[in-house]
C-alpha cells in the first residue's frame, strides 16, 4: 500500500523533479528579470535565467515522453498502475516547477535576501506548489485523476526530504553553489 503510494508520487512527480536540476546544469546568460530593480533590489535577480528555464521545461516534458514509453512494461514488474503523460499534463508539471521557483525567488528578494540565500520551507515546497497549481489550472481532469489525497500527502511529505538529499548531492559533487 505505501510502497504503491510512494512509486506514484514518485512517478507522477518526476516531470516536476527533473526541470530545477537541469536547471543548474543549463543556466546562465540573460536573466529573466533584464536586471530591472523593484524598491532598491532585483525583481528576481541572477540565479533566474532564459535559459536554465527552456532547459529545464523541456527536459522535464521530454521525460515524461520517455516514462510514457516505459510505463506498461513497469507497471506490470511494480504491480502498479501509474498515470500516462498527456503533452499538456507533462508541460503543465514541469513549467509549473520552473515558475514555483522563480515565485519563491521573487518573494526572496522582497524579504531581501541575496541571490542563493536559503529560505527553509519555500526552498523544498516551492516548485511542488508551482507544479501542482499549473497542472490543477491547465489539466484539471487529469490532475484529480493522478493526485488522488493519499498521493498528494506522500507527494507534499516526500519532496522536500528529495529536495534536500538531491541538493546536497549537487553541492557536494561541485555543481551548486549552496546545498540547498
Ligand atoms: N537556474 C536558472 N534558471 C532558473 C532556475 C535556476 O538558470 N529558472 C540556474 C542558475 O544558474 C541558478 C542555479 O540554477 O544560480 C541554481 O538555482 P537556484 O538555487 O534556484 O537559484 P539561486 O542562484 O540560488 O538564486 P535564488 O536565490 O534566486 O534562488
Ligand atoms: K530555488
Ligand atoms: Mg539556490
Known amino acids: 500500500m505505501l510502497r504503491s503510494l510512494v512509486l506514484k508520487a514518485f512517478w507522477t512527480m518526476l516531470p516536476a523533479y527533473v526541470p530545477n536540476n537541469v ?9 529573466i528579470d533584464g536586471g530591472r530593480t523593484w524598491n532598491g ?3 528576481l ?3 533566474k535565467t532564459w535559459r536554465g528555464t527552456a532547459v529545464g521545461t523541456l527536459a522535464g516534458v521530454l521525460l ?3 516514462l510514457d514509453l516505459l510505463r506498461g512494461p513497469l507497471e506490470k514488474r511494480l504491480g502498479v498502475s501509474l498515470p500516462a503523460f498527456s503533452l499538456k499534463s507533462a508541460f503543465a508539471l514541469s513549467f509549473g516547477a520552473m515558475l514555483g521557483d522563480i515565485g519563491a ?13 536559503a529560505f527553509p520551507g519555500l526552498d523544498q515546497l516551492d516548485f511542488v506548489a508551482g507544479s501542482l497549481g499549473l497542472t490543477a489550472a491547465l489539466a484539471p481532469a ?3 485523476a493522478a493526485f ?5 500527502v506522500v507527494v507534499v511529505v516526500m519532496t522536500p526530504v528529495l529536495h534536500v ?5 549537487a553541492y557536494v559533487l561541485g555543481l551548486k553553489d549552496e546545498p540547498w
Not at 536547471?23 to 536573466?31: I, W
Open 165 to 169: 538529499v538531491t541538493n546536497v548531492i
Open 45 to 47: 535577480g541572477d540565479g
Open 148 to 152: 488522488k489525497l493519499p498521493v498528494l
Open 105 to 117: 525567488s521573487f518573494l526572496k528578494r522582497r524579504s531581501g535576501r541575496e541571490r542563493g540565500a
Open 41 to 43: 533590489r532585483r525583481l
Open 23 to 31: 536547471a543548474v546544469l543549463a543556466g546562465g546568460g540573460e536573466p
Open 64 to 66: 515524461a515522453l520517455v
Open 142 to 144: 487529469w490532475f484529480r
